[in-house]
């Protein structure tokens, strides 16, 4: 089952403005990451924030985490059509016998339109 | 190229076959994992080996999978009696112990039951 659920489902912006996905998640974590994945494709990490960070920025994506909500959200400023992918949030769940699996939720596919 | 790479990238099959993916992790990592990835939802974890050991098996591993990881390098991913319900993209992902649990994902193989 999935841990983690983002919002939105889907989401459509002209190029140039802000997408913002939210993601919320039901167990303790250690950490959380966001994925990209193009479509038909594999996943590309895109950032990983801890538990005990606030927020983090690479670029143009901004990751927000509130433990207390459990809750994070993604943030891409000045979008491009290249951005235009499906968005995971994944949550590792780490023990001897799974390594670090990762729980991802749904996903949010974004859209840049030209 | 030094990511991680899966072959084939596509397979057609008729229900009831066997089919078998391969994937090759980064050739330093030693934790391997494979997910199922059905449209329109985030990857689902199947398995995870460390080294040349399969530690955790998910319950969405039915007895038809059967997946190895002989020497701890690249693994096959095994199913047996094929059926429709089987179609999905099946990632491979693999990481280093230790790290920081960030997995790099292959392209993945798209397997479609007729």
């Known amino acids: ?114 | 190229d030094t990511g991680v790479s899966q072959d084939p990238r596509h397979k057609i099959t008729k229900r009831g076959q066997n089919v078998t993916f391969r994937c090759d992790p980064i050739s330093e990592h030693n934790r391997l994992y494979w997910y199922r990835q059905t449209l329109g939802q985030g990857p689902e974890f199947l398995t995870y080996f460390q080294n040349e050991a399969q530690l955790e098996k998910s319950r969405l591993l039915s007895d038809r999978f059967s997946a190895e990881r002989p020497k701890g390098s690249f693994s096959t991913l095994e199913i047996q009696r094929t059926e429709q319900g089987d179609s999905a993209m099946y990632l491979c992902a693999s990481s280093l112990k230790g790290g920081n649990n960030e997995q790099f994902f292959g392209p993945g193989t798209r397997l479609t039951v007729l």
């Open chain 1, 1 to 114: 089952s999935q841990q983690g659920e983002e919002d939105p489902q889907a989401l459509s912006i002209q190029e140039g403005e802000n997408a913002t996905m939210n993601c919320s998640y039901k167990t303790s974590i250690n950490n959380l990451q966001w994925y990209r994945q193009n479509s038909g494709r594999g996943l590309v990490h895109l950032i990983l924030i801890r538990s005990n960070e606030r927020e983090k920025h690479s670029g143009r994506l901004r990751v927000t985490l509130d433990t207390s909500k459990k809750s994070s959200s993604l943030l891409i400023t000045a979008s491009r059509a290249a951005d235009t992918a499906s968005y995971f949030c994944a949550t590792p769940t780490t023990k001897e016998t799974s390594g670090s699996r990762l729980t991802f939720g749904e996903g949010t596919q974004l859209t840049v339109n030209p």
